[in-house]
């Protein structure tokens, strides 16, 4: 039995895995557009941005943990979709991205990009030291990184909701026939599923170092941690997207969220603004490029024999160091697509999960298939890369490919019919017993 101590640390921790840099930059440009249509636009924004990653977290913890998504695949393609998973959440993708992200809300204003590289040989190092010690997690992050991180987010949205630039501008761009659809389009956008599945390696561990060692207590305190997560997120992005929303009215024209909290922060608090935003923007890469670090250490060390946890922490924050420094737009460019790709196949796993004894192993690889090639399609639709002639095809043909989920229908059609092939099957004829005459 937890204490309500425990409880909220472990909740803490959750939430700060998932507030990276693009959760808090996302919401203002959405609220920016969304205007006097921001409740329908967050409605759809909060419903796939928080609820779809917070499900994802139910389910792995209905199933017994991250590692049993993946039991009804073949070994050698399960072992193979957690390598792309944590090579693309870590040192391809999301570490450098946060580690480029934190150097240019904090000292980039300052001093441009000279200190970029020993800014990220610092910020790797100190993720290593937090990364080492993965039974200390809860404590690191639930008991002092995030109530730091969450105080000075709650200092924002007050001010924000306090002393507003204005009111609720005009809708504009897609906002204004269709908030809701575009609010779940860039939920969605966000990707967060992918990371549940990944944090679900730390989540479970993290309680079991609490002295939980029940499947059913396990699954019940990853339940309250998706919980409080969910609550969490919801306010703060309710208030970075209000922030958003009251700007146009301070007579500026904003490309981006990061340029919109820059300027709130800047106007409200001054120079001491620019420096709040900075160490919000640190704390919140931070504690997610902990997280991502300690899932794929986790992973790669219960995997592969050989392998060490402690070895897999540096190597993860070593190259993380070496992308963010020489090659990061040119990494971005080939991992973004995989990023994309996968996050159709993570969700279909989650699906899946629930249903597996509806299906066969043939049935369940179908699926996936079916979810990686489509989900490739969106990809080169996001990244632009779809010939026009099939561009015109797919909009015409495919059910919610303008919204770049043009791999759910299919999915849910193959699923569907391989239960209902596997409910067929499965009923054996039995021949009618002759009665005897007489």
Known sequence: MLSARNIAALGFMTFAMYLGAGNLIFP?????QAGDHLIEGMMGFLLTGVGLPALALVVVALVGGSDNLTTVLPRPLATSFWVMVFIVIGPAFVIPRAITVA???SFAPFVGESALIPFSLIFCLATVMFALYPGKLVDTLGKWLTP????ILVVMAGVAWWSPAGALSAATGPYVSGA????LTQGYMTMDALGSIGFGWIIFRAIQSMGVSCPKATAKYTLIAALMYAVAMALVYISLAYIGATSVHDGQAYSNGGEILTAFTTARFGLFGTLLLGVVMVLACLT???????AGS????????PVSYRGCVWVTMGASALVANIGLDQLLAITLPAVVALHPVAIALLMIAPLRRFLSPVSVVGTVATALVFGGLDALHILGSMPSEMHGVLSRELPLYGYYAGWVVPTALVLGAA???????????VPAVERPRG
């Open 103 to 105: 150097y240019q809300f």
């Open 180 to 183: 809701l659809a575009e609010g």
């Open 28 to 32: 203002p440009f959405l609220g920016y």
């Open 298 to 305: 986790e992973f790669y060390s219960r995997t592969f024999t």
């Open 419 to 429: 239960m209902v092939v596997k409910s067929l099957t499965s009923k054996r004829w």
């Open 148 to 151: 730091v991180l969450l105080l």
């Open 288 to 294: 997610t490029a902990i997280g991502v670090t300690t």
